[in-house]
């Protein structure tokens, strides 16, 4: 200890006797050093892109050439001085002393410095403009940290530049002015670090890299840093040992701070303090094109730019200005036509790396044309495709003379994550080349400025404009100016226009078409919705102008061809037939007719033809004017059809003669004409009585012949019929159809107004839609309710129909009734999008108040790994006050605190309603599976109609069983929720047989038809192969045949399939009910989906067997045979009187067929055809007691079937004979007489297998006591 205490003494007197000195002196050949003053330190010395010269004009210097002429640093030209410490000392550098002198009045010095050898993480140490007034010292001392430590470098730089062809001069006097450093070389004492208080700026909502360790001091590398209080307004995270990140709070500006302390292998520092700063993010270059290569210069790392690219030759080359060598790019093979050709451009591209947004200030870019003007223009898109591209730049006159262009009517923010900006120039209507000026490492050159962001929690919208003509259409790229991280799950319309109507596009955008003949202004609302949350609302302005006549298509063009002036019109060419047509130049471009009808009559074969095509499917073209410059004078007649071959509907424009000299001619259409989506009109001009030519002038892409008219949205050429209020109220045009679209515009109501079929549907504000109970309206098309969502009801048992797979606009109430006790659940799925789960049951918050409705903690989702009903699901589904209904999926929800606590014949059913736009198309919900003991997944019918749950089996048949349980809460009585536990049998059952229901009062008896009522929702079993696949729901399942949640109705299916109900019922009135049908694809084995076991056995329960299985649905081989026989089981709760009925009966058992039911017990055959079976039983459960049969004992066979207590009857595997006492002998003959059986066991039943037997007549002999019975039967 003592020896180590020595050691350190002495190392501290030598420190203490170590004072600032020259350390070392940059004075030789090329600025390289002199030997350093301390044996314990090295010194260096290189320079790039500068030339160095020693030189003596008097006094000792070195010149400095080749200094770059830019405004601005350029990094890549620097003279570097280095200094670095030997192993185990440091150095305390104290100042970096030069002298200069200037040979220019505006040459910039810089001087940088850094510990890194890459040079990265710069800091400053001063920047100034030079004087050329001579020699000037220069000290520099201001180093963040002055202490190099052993193993690390000191590097220092110079720069110089903006030297206008100047040198720049460092004096190399020996007596002291040559550059040195003065500071201390000192021992390096293993010490923990050294931590120093900093302060930072920081950018709004901009992730800040902190070089907190900069100013620190360490005699080792630095180990950890250690966060020790967090800042209060964002987050850190550490970035290793090299610097920490600072992220601020979305939105904020201010100060912050946090604190560290900082490790190293000798131990923890003190603590140190950051403060920070934050400050608003203003726009700043973002990448600039100032590379020869083309090549972008990034300013900013979340920023991604690409290559400078064209469709044309792009060069780059040299130009002088003020006699000064500058760059430029060249871009030549611009068209010569007086119109954009859009193949021909020049693009530039951005965007932001992930995580961020982008919002464009401007682009700036500074051109010129070669020798003559031209028009150029600007466009932009996020899509690489220009499919939807926005003009930035109108067409503008570009002349010889350098001009710069800021463009800055970009929307805010323009790209999000994972968007890319495209910015393309035209040029047209020249021969020469584009010039665009810029200069490696300068400010100069094409650049995107703006601001880059961090992308926002939630959405964000932002308002909107457009505009459009009068009854015509406009699609609004709603979301091009909005920020939601480039994902979005839902755009909804949250409110209509008043002048119009508002519709989702399938690539979100929205479409708004104006009220008839409206000029104006109009205006709408919308939301988005992602994986963040919703946005706030955003208004889009719609500016409504007349509809003017306006060039529909020109034909211009050298070749003939026409150029389309509206998006609906396509490209045709001058079609000339019996006469020749051909182009040459005068004065300007010309057609020349010739070889024309000589004759003093029109020569219909000989005549130059027109061809407008509406290839819109949406759009009507009114052509108002055909119109041409022509000259010759000529008899004529113009004739117009839309049948190409004039065979019918031809009209005569005009006719007359032409006027010899030039002469501008309009012509008008018929008032009424129109031209529908994808028909065309043909035009021909007939000349005759002439041996001259006609002359058409033109002039490509600006003048020729042509047809100006209007064009707007079919629905105003359509056959809309309108319900107006008259008296009574009428259609105006006729009832709507499938292909005719109705407008509601006062109160309709199916039951007194009648059904509807339309192809859309659109109800007007002030307007009413009641579709009533059994009643129906079908869409083919979409619906668009402008009025408020009570004004378009469907009251309970009522359906809309849809067809096709349009987007629904505006919301609807759908109207439901139920009867549930107040501690009984409802299975429920929701006909439409967007209704609120809590709110739908009127929910409240248990934890914090009470309330009439249904508590929070009472609404459920199945979850089928543990067969519970529960409130969340890990990584699927958790239940909030913010939860919607999801399509496709059940819920099951308690009643309200406000209902019975027990239901009656006399309770009245409590009223339910969803509120939400319709819900229409394919929707699915994935469907769970884990082991064929579970699987079970609860569902419900997505549609404001019934569903037909034969459709939805058979099409998803790979994937679940065809089965539907449905629950009931049939027994009135308040229950909790049962999870896996659940031991009653409340759930209705339907198959491909038919429908059973759950136990139930006598005055509850409802049974599923195989039609899923609205808001129904059920359980179903997935199969192995359905595990995590989807169950589709699609518009092809929907139907208006009565539904029920249970109740009976009229089931239309009825009439395909043999079956029948029984019911067993209670001494306390408490029914089961079971359905045996005979129906295809049965066989008489288990048959999935068409065999369904009991989910419980309840206290009082009812089956029919197969097997081991208890079935409440059992489906039996199609072709029936009355010696058929079904075993049934019952379990009786007490003892008391029982009654086995028949309920129900379809086909065969409708009619011909009757229904017996054996009971084995008392020896009885009961027609349940004719009446119920009443019975004693004791309390328990009997599974050999009844079987149904199809023939009375009458018809078993030949002879009387019942003597003096003695059965003799069969079933589908045996003849069985039963007497009330024990049989002495059982024989069995054959036609001849042959014994083939015999026994003469002591019982009271013999089975005889039957199907061991050959077709034939047999004799059964049975002795009992003193009785003998003989029969005859077949088998």
């Known amino acids: 200890m003592k020896k180590n205490f020595y050691v350190l003494f002495a190392i501290l007197i030598a420190n203490l006797f170590s004072a600032q000195t020259e350390l070392v002196r940059w004075n030789q050949n090329n600025l390289t050093p002199s030997a350093p003053t ?22 000792s210097f070195f010149e400095i050439s080749n200094i770059p002429l830019s405004a601005t640093i350029e990094t890549n030209n620097y003279i570097q001085f280095t200094v670095a410490p030997k192993t185990g000392y440091q150095i305390n550098l104290s100042s970096f002393n030069l002298t200069y002198r200037a040979n220019h009045p505006n040459q910039q010095v810089e001087v940088r410095y850094s510990s890194n050898a890459d040079f990265s993480n710069p800091q400053t140490l001063t920047k100034f403009v030079a004087s050329n007034a001579g020699w000037k010292p220069l000290t520099l001392s201001n180093f963040v940290n002055p202490i190099i430590s052993s193993g690390k470098t000191m590097y220092i730089r110079l720069y110089i530049y903006d030297g206008n062809n100047n040198s720049f001069h460092i004096s190399n006097d020996n007596m002291g002015a040559a550059p ?12 923990p670090p050294t931590a120093k208080n900093d302060a930072f700026t920081a950018i709004k909502n901009n992730y800040s890299d902190l070089d907190i360790l900069l100013n620190d001091v360490s005699t080792t590398s630095f180990s950890n840093i250690n966060i020790t209080q967090s800042p209060a307004h964002g987050t850190i995270t550490k970035n290793g040992t090299t610097n920490v990140t600072y992220k601020p709070a979305i939105g904020y500006l201010g100060t912050d701070s946090f604190k560290y302390r900082v490790s190293n292998t000798n131990g923890e520092s003190n603590e140190a303090i950051v403060s920070l700063t934050v400050v608003d993010n203003v726009p700043s270059p973002l990448v600039r094109w100032n590379k020869i290569e083309a090549d972008p210069n990034p300013y900013n790392s979340k920023a991604i730019s690409d290559k400078l690219t064209s469709t044309l030759n792009l060069t780059s080359g040299d130009y002088w200005e003020n006699n000064i060598n500058q760059k430029m790019f060249r871009i030549g093979g611009w068209p010569t036509s007086l119109t954009i050709d859009k193949s021909k451009y020049l693009q530039f591209s951005i965007k932001p790396e992930n995580g961020y947004k982008l919002t464009l200030s401007d682009f700036n870019i500074v051109m010129r044309m070669q020798g003559n003007s031209s028009k150029i223009r600007a466009e932009y898109s996020l899509d690489k495709e220009f499919t939807d591209a926005k003009e930035v730049l109108s067409e503008t006159l570009l002349g010889t003379v350098w001009t710069t262009f800021s463009i800055a009517n970009f929307p805010k923010p323009i790209a999000t994550e994972g968007q890319v900006i495209y910015l393309r120039f035209y040029a047209y209507s020249t021969n020469d080349e584009l010039q665009i000026k810029f200069h490696p490492n300068n400010s100069v050159g094409p650049t995107f400025n703006g601001i880059l962001e961090y992308n926002s929690s939630t959405p964000i919208a932002y308002d909107d404009s457009a505009s459009t003509t009068a009854n015509d259409d ?13 994902t979005i799950d839902q755009l909804k319309i949250n409110s209509q226009p008043s002048h119009g109507v508002a519709t989702l596009n399938s690539n979100n955008t929205i479409n708004y078409l104006p009220a008839k003949d409206f000029i104006g202004t109009d205006t709408f609302t ?30 211009d063009k050298d070749d003939f061809s026409a150029t389309p002036t509206n998006s609906s019109v396509a490209s045709t060419k001058i079609n000339a037939v019996g006469i020749s047509f051909s182009k040459a130049t005068w004065s300007t471009p010309v057609f020349i007719a010739s070889g024309l009808e000589s004759s003093a009559n029109i020569n219909t074969s000989k005549y130059l033809q027109f061809e407008l095509d509406n290839i819109s499917s949406s759009k009507v073209l009114e052509p108002k004017v055909f119109s041409f410059k022509g000259s010759g004078a000529i008899d004529y007649e113009i004739r117009y059809s839309k049948t190409a071959d004039f065979s019918s509907g031809v009209s005569v424009l005009s006719s007359g003669k032409f006027n010899e000299a030039e002469t501008t001619y309009d012509f008008n259409f018929q008032p009424n004409l129109q031209l529908s989506a994808n028909e065309k009109l043909f035009v021909r001009i007939y000349w005759y009585k002439t041996n001259s030519n006609f002359v058409f002038q033109y002039y490509t892409g600006a003048s020729g012949i042509e047809i100006r008219g209007v064009s707007y949205n079919k629905v105003y050429a359509s056959a809309d019929t309108i319900w107006q209020n008259t008296v009574p109220p009428s259609w105006s045009n006729g009832a709507p159809s499938a292909t005719r679209n109705a407008i509601i515009n006062t109160s309709y109501d199916t039951a007194i107004d009648g059904n509807l079929i339309t192809n859309d549907l659109t109800i007007n504000s002030g307007a009413s839609l009641k579709i009533a109970a059994k009643n129906s309206v079908t869409v083919n098309g979409k619906i668009i309710n402008k009025a408020n969502a009570t004004a378009f009801t469907i009251e309970d048992n009522g359906n809309l129909l849809q067809n096709n797979e349009a987007q629904n606009t505006g919301d609807i109430t759908v109207k439901k009734t139920a009867l549930i006790p107040q501690m009984g659940y409802n299975y429920w799925s929701s006909p439409v999008s967007g209704q609120n789960l809590y709110q739908f049951s009127d929910g409240y918050n248990q934890a914090t108040t009470t309330g009439t409705g249904t508590p929070w903690n009472r609404f459920f989702v199945y979850n089928e790994s543990n067969d519970y009903f529960v409130n969340s699901i890990a990584n699927e589904i958790t239940l909030n006050s913010t939860s919607v209904f999801q399509p496709a999926r059940g819920y099951a929800i308690r009643g309200k605190n406000s209902f019975p606590t027990t ?64 629950w009931t809460n049939n027994d009135g009585q308040p229950q909790t929720q049962q999870g896996n536990n659940y031991t009653g049998n409340n759930y209705a059952i339907y198959n491909g047989v038919g429908g059973t229901s759950a136990t139930y009062f006598g ?29 589709t729901f699609k518009n092809n399942m929907r139907t208006a045949s009565t539904a029920n949640f249970f109740n009976k109705g009229v089931d239309n299916k009825a009439s395909q399939k043999n079956r029948f109900w029984l019911e067993f019922k209670s ?33 009082d329960s009812f089956w029919s067997i197969l097997d081991a299985r208890k079935l409440g649905i059992q489906g039996r081989q199609e072709n029936f045979t009355p010696d058929d026989a079904v075993k049934v089981g019952m379990k009786a709760s007490i003892a008391g009187n029982y009654t086995i009925s028949l309920t129900d009966k379809d086909g065969i058992f409708s009619s011909e067929q009757t229904i017996y039911l054996r009971d084995r017990y008392l020896n009885k055959v009961i027609n349940l055809s004719s009446g119920p079976y009443v019975f004693a039983s004791n309390a328990g459960q009997y599974e050999d007691r009844f079987e149904v049969i199809y023939r009375s004992l009458e018809t078993l066979g030949t002879d009387n079937s019942i003597k003096k207590g003695i059965q003799i009857y069969k079933d589908n595997q045996n003849f069985i004979v039963r007497s009330d006492e024990n049989l002495d002998n059982v024989s069995v003959y054959d036609s001849v007489g042959r014994l083939i059986f015999s026994t003469k066991k002591t019982k009271k039943e013999v089975l005889i297998d039957k199907t061991k037997l050959s077709e034939g007549m047999y004799i059964i002999k049975a002795n009992s006591r003193n009785t003998t019975m003989t029969k005859k039967v077949l088998r």
């Not at 301390?38 to 006094?59: E, H, I, P, Q």
């Not at 065999?1091 to 206290?1099: F, H, P, R």
């Open 180 to 191: 040195h450093i003065i500071g201390t070389v000192t021992a390096d004492v293993p010490m």
């Open 38 to 59: 301390s044996a314990n330190m090295t010194a260096g010395s290189n320079f790039s892109g500068y030339g160095v010269a020693s030189l003596n004009w008097g006094v």
């Open 474 to 486: 406009v699609n609004v790229s709603v979301l091009i100016n909005d920020d939601y991280s480039n």
């Open 903 to 966: 239901i009656t014949t006399e309770s009245t059913p409590s009223k339910f309603e969803f509120a939400g736009v319709p819900q229409n198309g394919e929707y699915s919900h994935t469907l769970k599976y884990t082991n064929s003991g579970r699987g079970y997944n609860m569902v419900g019918n997505p549609y404001p109609s019934n569903l037909d749950l034969d459709e939805l089996f058979n099409q998803n048949s790979s994937k679940i069983f065809g089965i539907a349980y449905c």
């Open 1003 to 1031: 005055y509850n008896g409802k049974k599923p038809n195989g039609y899923a009522s609205v808001g129904q929702a059920f359980i179903v079993k997935t199969k192995a192969a359905g595990k995590d696949q989807p169950l």
């Open 526 to 555: 919308y939301k988005i919705t992602n994986a963040k949350g919703e946005s706030n609302l955003a208004t889009v302005q719609i500016n409504i102008v007349a509809n003017q006549s306006s060039t529909l298509i020109r034909w």
């Open 1067 to 1099: 001494p306390e009135d408490i029914n089961n009910e079971i359905l045996i049908g005979y129906v295809a694809n049965a066989t008489n084995n288990y048959d999935n989906g068409l065999d369904t076991e009991l989910m419980s056995i309840g206290s």
